[in-house]
Each structure stands twice: as structure tokens, then as C-alpha cells.
């Protein structure tokens, strides 16, 4: 039955690399990239700007693959939710593009498969079994168990951004100061602020859908609140680690985010929520490329 599920007979070579390219889509490469990323100056900067190049592809192929195999387990797990969004209604398995759905969830297995191999034979035990944690949230706990059922989906799904983190530094150190657990406390409140923004900008998809985000439960003037409380946590815990150069680095992109907050607090609508969502994954970037300069 498997065999007959994963053939291709009349596949073009034109079909091929429209495969590759949904394969590609599935592993979600903007939020795959971002979590990389923040394993990675985590890791640079714990290690007090020295780390075997060994170690650091490691640490980028175990993210990378895992990150992008959960969100390809994701898509497939919401395939018919996201055909009711116009948003989503595009991708590749509610376009009809991946006809055979269950390749999304083999390539999803088969990614996150690979990473955790990678991760607990090239990486301490430590930083292995936090990646393994991610997957673990992301997916039965996020996307199987919260998403559909509470306004706090976004609240405790965004646990598993901070593995990454926490990866990052286990990755190098073996100590555990505040240092590490303030930086995944950054991801931990951005996350809610970042998401129900683009709620917010979305609201109708997700009243839709049914996905009981907060925008779509209690409307836009009341979410906005939120979203700049999150925010301005977010932004403490980023100022309470850094410093030099790099507490001003975030010092500067955290009153922007906190100011777009501000505003749509006071003026919420679609549009400026979708900018402050542009703003947050700016902000976001630039404190951890700050973190690189920082002596944590």
C-alpha cells in the first residue's frame, strides 16, 4: 500500500521540480530560517565567539531539519482547515498541487527523523533532547491538542520557539545561568505578540476556519492590548541580558516594536496589525544578531 502511494509514473521533469519546490513550501523556510537562527547566535555567543564549525553545522542541520520536518507534519495535519483560509488556501496539499497528501507527512517524518539523528550523534545530550522537546510541543501538543481547542494555542505552543534557543546554548555550555532561559523568555512572549497580530490582520480567515485565535474570539480593540503586553515583556527580557552595543541594538528595535504596539492599541485595525507583524519579525532578527555582540 505504501509502495502504491509513493510512485510516480507520470511525473515530467517539470512535475518534478514543481515537487521539490512544494516540498520546499512545506517546511515553512521564513519560520525554519528564524529558528535556526536564533540557535545559532545563542550558541556563538555562549560560546564567547569561538565554536567549532563541526559543532555549529550540527547545531544548523539538526534545526533546520527538524524545524522544517514539524512544519511539514503541520501542514499536513491541517490540510483541510487551511483550504478554508484564503491565506493558506494555496499551499501546496489544500491547492491539490501535492495530490498525494501523505508524501507531506512521510517528508515530514523523514526530515525530522534525520535532524534528531544528526542532533544525538554529533551533539551534546542536552542540546539533542531539547530539539527532540520542540518537535514534541510543536506538533502532538500545538498543533494536535491546543490549536483547535484554546486562545492559549499560540500562549504555550510558543515553548517550542524557545527550545531552539536553549538547544543553542546546550550546544556549547553546560552551565545554566539566567542568561539562556531570559533569551527563550524573549521568544516565549514575542511569539503571542507576533501571532495575534497576524490574527489580527487575518481575523476573518480564522472566524472561518474556527480556530479559536484570540482576534477571532474577542475582536480586534481587545487583542491589541495584548499584543503590547507580550511585546513589552518580550522587550524587558531582551534588555535584562544584553549589553554594550547590543543592549543598544535592541534597546532601539525594541521601542519601535513597542511603539507600532502602541498604536494599534489605540487604532486597531488590519492594516497597522499586519505592519506590526512585519515590525516583530524585524525586531525579533535584530535582537538576536544583537546577541552576537553581547558577552552572555
Known sequence: MLRENLTFPAYSRAAWKQLLRDLFVLTKPGVTIVLAFTALTTAISASGGWVSLPLLLALLAAGLLTSGGA???????????????????????????????????????????????????????????????????????????????????????????????LAGWAAVRADWPLAPFALAAVVFFWTPAHFWAYAMAH?????????????????????????????????????????????????????????????????????????VYKISNYYLMLVFLAVLFARI
Request: charged share 10%; with cysteine.
Open 71 to 165: 512544519a511539514s507534519i503541520n501542514m499536513y495535519i491541517e490540510r483541510e482547515l487551511d483550504a478554508q483560509m484564503p491565506r493558506t488556501a494555496r499551499r501546496p496539499l489544500p491547492s491539490g498541487r501535492l495530490a498525494q497528501e501523505r508524501i507531506a507527512l512521510y517528508w515530514g517524518l523523514l526530515l525530522c527523523a534525520s535532524g534528531l539523528a544528526v542532533a544525538f550523534l554529533a551533539l551534546p545530550l542536552e542540546a539533542a533532547t531539547l530539539i527532540l522537546l520542540g518537535i514534541l510541543v510543536y506538533v502532538p501538543l500545538y498543533t494536535l491538542i491546543l490549536k483547535r481547542r484554546t486562545f492559549l494555542n499560540v500562549v504555550i505552543g510558543g515553548l517550542a520557539g524557545c527550545c531552539p534557543v
Open 203 to 275: 481575523v476573518t480567515d480564522y472566524q472561518r476556519a474556527g480556530f479559536p485565535m484570540l482576534p477571532a474570539l474577542v475582536g480586534l480593540p481587545k487583542t491589541a492590548p495584548y499584543v503590547a503586553s507580550h511585546a513589552y515583556l518580550a522587550v524587558l527580557f531582551s534588555l535584562s541580558v544584553l549589553n554594550g552595543a547590543a543592549l543598544w541594538i535592541a534597546a532601539a528595535a525594541g521601542l519601535v516594536f513597542l511603539a507600532g504596539c502602541m498604536l494599534l492599541w489605540f487604532r486597531p485595525g488590519k492594516r497597522l496589525a499586519h505592519r
